[in-house]
């Protein structure tokens, strides 16, 4: 039996290749300085749909959110196998927090729909807040299983799943259609599928085109390009409007050595640096 | 995650400088399947993306799955259960990426599968595969099977195989060493027979067979039996079957990623491929030229792979309060071991593009339906090639295996202790460098094929359409080619007068003085485009010139000491035991 998946991405910096200048004076993330690449775990995410299309039939919808040049991400899932992209850009998104988020990514799958499966990754790498898939799945209205390592089986409407966590695996069985969020732990993604890298490379939304002076695409080859209104959400629950974290203080910590203290390796010492890291807030 | 083609400058640069471009219009011809295939390129620039795109992929696999897995497919290698060769699961997984990424039908043509792009991108992905691994091109680089198929096998054999190989489902081997005929593949004994219905039977014995538990063997066999000589062989596709036995997986000093097999043939069903007779002379041949360059790629890559590891080493290692590199003596021999490494990968990408050229001609003309002048003129053209092709491919397949072995070696002298351990990846570099100026033709063979480029006037031919007006400042440097040029001309013509034996006995010292011409010049043309070229030019030509009158002096002394008074110097072998 098919079954159709829907995929989220996010186009994020690479936060591994952090050097001096990753931080702007305000404490927020210099974007034009670090290069933009697939959040890795959606990657895990994208390859887990693929895989389950490759065995059950069906399709793999990859959709994303950001600034008109994140469509480098869905040239990315096209090349890998999905079937179809969209990106959903919009200025009044801008700011959205997890929660902004969640909902207007409700939205879109909702627009994309029918769906029986939805992936994201656990987290991105520049947030790392993991809340954007439970949420989201919460605004669906459907179930959700985290930590996803594999799909074992697909039976009529029913998926069994294995979870990854720190306590060791978990069998989980959910009725569909079900959020999936997926770690690292999931079979390593694959590489771009040179036919389709070379089909798919001229791939590009209309204000890409339109940037480069070419006419608009066409057929397969339009990454489509949905706002807040192509996909219904309500404004007011968008962007600042619909975010209610608010950023208080952002800090650039620079972690320098200075000095050492010895703890005896007693029940006495331990309890006091215990005490020590309660104190100063590093854990507690 | 990282890329060992856009982390290789030197690599990249080499990929634009030899006209990528103009390959792709060769090969491409007036883009008319665009309008066939979705993936297919419009025009030059299009085509030109596709490969570097291709390289990328091939690039990020290399590095992220193939690297990785090196070390521990080289200490495990691969297993024999009755008869059947179980691959290492870090090469079954390795060959499934490489296929998922649609890379395992790089050059056949798209009606195939295939990606048709040319043999001088392909060589590129060889090299940059054999840097993550070489054992692994051994397999990856044997799509020249598949090319073999495509160029002279019915069309039913292609339909039934080429899709499946270009997919990655099939792997192939190329079976053609017998005990009793390595490099002298005339003598090759296997016996095939006509059955009833138009099959053969294949009976003998085949060793030292690379991927020989493939699904797709090539088979060279004696379908003549009163026909002592090449003319005798015809090729063969067998399918993996029962009576195909693997009887034994050598154990060897490197590429333990490659199975080597010893094959057992009892009336194994098999396919004539073209015609009687033309196995060995025709069918072979072909093949060979192609696996000769693949060998130069990954020569190269091997080489490229030494070298990084010895020049992180020597920038890091400090001895007597200074890091290694500091010193003149491991200075001197980092750029030694640098000028070798770029040389190799030019001379190679040199080839690969001539070949490709070569084949594109050739196919051409077979095609019909050029008349006239313009006929006559494609002919040419097409011949010139074909002797280019003759003189360079042996050219960069001898050049790229000896420094592959010679840089591999120094990077071991650049780790010292450490380089000699385990621990470092360097040992392995050089035990799998070591086969590299062995197989696909010995360099002693790859030197008689390339000597007669040189004596026959090839070379100089080629060096006079590379000597362009060169300006400031080049002029000095070009002058020194040229004076290597006529030192060249006067050894060629001193050992023609001595006879073919004589020739023989120099023709080492022949052929390198023409390698370092032709390093000469394309160090002068790609000075023209990159500062560092310059300074290895300025460094590179004059030593040459120096190291051409030191060989010069030794082929025009007449000294034919080797041959008259072989058994005083070399004194008896000693006797056998019993």
């Known amino acids: ?284 | 995650m990282g890329n060992f083609f856009t982390d290789n400058e030197d690599l990249m640069f080499q990929f634009d400088f030899w006209g990528p471009g103009e390959l792709a219009d060769l090969k491409e011809h007036g883009y008319a399947e665009a309008a066939e295939y979705d993936f297919a390129p419009e025009d030059t620039a299009d085509a030109v993306e596709n490969y570097r795109k291709a390289l990328e992929v091939v690039g990020g696999i290399a590095a992220d799955f193939i690297a990785p897995r090196a070390e521990a497919v080289d200490r495990e290698g691969h297993q024999l259960q009755a008869g059947r060769v179980c691959y290492n699961p870090g090469v079954v997984d390795n060959l499934r990426r490489l296929a998922q990424a649609d890379l395992m039908g790089f050059t056949l043509p798209r009606r195939f599968g295939g990606l048709n792009i040319p043999t001088f991108v392909y060589s590129l992905a060889n090299e940059i595969v054999s840097r993550a691994d070489a054992s692994l091109m051994n397999i990856f680089g044997l799509q020249g099977i598949a090319e073999t198929i495509n160029a002279f096998a019915s069309d039913e054999l292609k339909n039934e195989y080429l899709p499946r190989l270009a997919s990655g489902e099939l792997t192939g081997a190329m079976v053609l060493t017998e005990p009793d005929a390595g490099s002298d593949l005339q003598r090759v004994n296997l016996k095939a027979r006509e059955a009833e219905n138009g099959t053969w039977l294949l009976s003998g014995v085949k060793r030292f067979i690379t991927n020989g538990c493939g699904d797709v063997l090539l088979v060279l066999a004696r379908s003549e039996p009163e026909e002592s000589g090449g003319l005798g062989l015809s090729l063969y596709l067998c399918e993996r079957q029962d009576a195909i036995q693997v009887r034994h997986l050598e154990d060897k000093l490197g590429i333990h990623g490659s199975p080597t097999c010893e094959l057992e043939f009892h009336d194994a069903a098999g396919y004539l491929i073209g015609e009687r007779r033309r196995g060995l002379v025709t069918y072979t041949m072909a093949l060979m030229n192609g696996a000769r360059v693949g060998i130069a790629a990954q020569s190269v890559g091997i080489a490229e792979a030494a070298f990084r590891e010895a020049r992180a080493y020597a920038h890091t290692r400090t001895q007597f309060g200074r890091t290694i590199e500091e010193f003149p003596a491991v200075a001197d021999l980092l750029v030694d071991m640098k000028t070798r490494l770029e040389a190799a990968r030019s001379l190679t990408c040199d080839a690969s593009r001539i070949m490709d050229i070569d084949i594109i001609l050739q196919e051409q003309l077979e095609k019909g339906g050029i008349e006239g002048d313009v006929a006559r003129e494609l002919k040419q053209k097409q011949r010139r090639y074909k002797r280019l092709a003759a003189f360079m491919t042996p050219v960069s397949k001898y050049y790229a295996s000896e420094i592959a072995v010679s840089v591999a070696s120094d990077a071991i002298q650049i780790l010292g202790g450490s380089g000699y351990m385990k621990d470092y990846p360097v040992e392995r570099y050089w035990r799998d460098a070591r086969i590299a100026p062995i197989y696909e033709g010995t360099s002693q063979l790859q030197i008689v094929a390339a000597v007669r480029g040189v004596t026959s006037g090839v070379a100089e031919g080629y060096f006079k359409e590379m000597d362009m007006d060169f300006e400031r400042p080049l002029v000095g440097l070009s002058k020194k080619l040229r004076a290597m040029r006529s030192e060249l001309a006067r050894c060629v013509s001193f050992a023609k007068e001595r006879g073919s034996d004589y020739t023989d006995l120099y023709a080492r010292d022949l052929v390198d003085i023409a390698i370092d011409i032709l390093i000469g010049y394309h160090l002068l043309l790609q000075a023209q485009h990159s500062r560092k070229k310059l300074a290895m030019a300025r460094r590179f030509i004059p030593r040459a010139l120096r190291e051409a009158r030191r060989r010069s002096a030794n082929i025009t002394s007449g000294d034919m000491a080797v041959i008259k008074d072989f058994l005083l110097l070399a004194g008896a072998p000693s006797s056998q035991e019993a």
């Open chain 1, 1 to 284: 039996m098919p079954y159709d998946i829907v995929v989220l991405a996010k186009q994020v910096p690479d936060t591994k290749r952090v050097t001096g200048d990753a931080m702007k004076e305000d404490g927020t993330v210099n974007r034009a300085a670090l290069p933009a690449i697939f959040n890795p775990e959606d990657l895990y995410a994208l390859e887990l749909a693929i895989e389950v299309k490759e065995r059950f039939g069906g399709s793999v919808t990859c959709l994303t959110m950001g600034p008109v040049s994140a469509a480098e991400v869905l040239r990315e899932a096209l090349y890998r196998g999905a079937d179809r992209v969209a990106l959903i850009t919009d200025r009044r998104a801008a700011a959205s927090d997890t929660l902004a988020t969640s909902y207007i990514l409700s939205c879109a799958v909702t627009h994309a729909a029918p769906y029986d499966i939805v992936c994201c990754g656990r987290q991105a790498i520049d947030g790392d807040t993991a809340q954007v898939g439970p949420q989201l799945a919460q605004k669906l209205s459907i179930p959700q299983v985290t930590y996803v390592s594999d799909v074992e089986e697909i039976a009529g409407s029913l998926i069994r799943v294995r979870r990854h966590t720190d306590y060791g695996m978990q069998v989980v069985e959910a009725p569909l259609p079900a959020l999936l969020t997926v770690t690292d732990k999931a079979p390593e993604p694959r590489y771009p599928a040179m036919k389709r890298v070379m089909k798919y490379k001229k791939a590009m939304s209309p204000a890409e085109a339109e940037a480069r002076g070419l006419p608009s695409p066409m057929g397969d080859m339009l990454i489509e390009t949905w706002d807040l209104d192509t996909i219904g959400a309500d404004i007011e629950r968008c962007g600042m409007a619909g975010s209610p974290t608010k950023v208080k203080r952002i800090q650039s910590i620079v972690l320098t050595g200075s000095g050492y203290h010895e703890v005896q390796p007693t029940q006495e010492g331990i309890e006091g640096l215990v005490h020590e890291l309660i104190e100063d807030h590093t854990i507690g």
